[in-house]
């Protein structure tokens, strides 16, 4: 498999030895990894991007498609829903800790 820069090498050729012009086609990825890629077309497209290329995709203007349907978006969200109501969680109940321990003084 390509990855990273060894796959915008290897379109880089395909376009030379196709006579394609590079800079009127487009890339399609869902990885950060393919910025190289993405960077060496004229248009770039983040499909079901992973964080990382998606704000990289926006801060440069490019499209963004996701199309993960609510139980895949749940499957990514998740975690990150569950790593913030544990961190919050833990900042109540040590407000609430804190509190106890004053008023027992």
Do not use: Q
Request: charged share 30%; net charge positive.
């Amino acid at each position: 498999m390509l990855h990273g820069p060894a796959k915008a090498e290897a379109i880089r050729a395909l376009a030379e030895r196709e006579g394609l012009d590079l800079s009127r086609c487009t890339a399609y990825s869902d990885s950060f990894n393919d910025m190289p890629m993405l960077t060496a077309v004229g248009r770039a497209v983040a499909v079901n991007p992973d964080h990382d290329l998606r704000d990289e995709a926006r801060s440069r203007g490019w499209k963004v498609h996701d199309f993960r349907t609510g139980r895949k978006a749940v499957k990514v969200g998740a975690p990150a829903v569950a790593g913030a109501g544990l961190v919050t969680g833990a900042a109540i109940a040590a407000v609430a800790l804190r509190r106890r321990r004053h008023r027992s003084r």
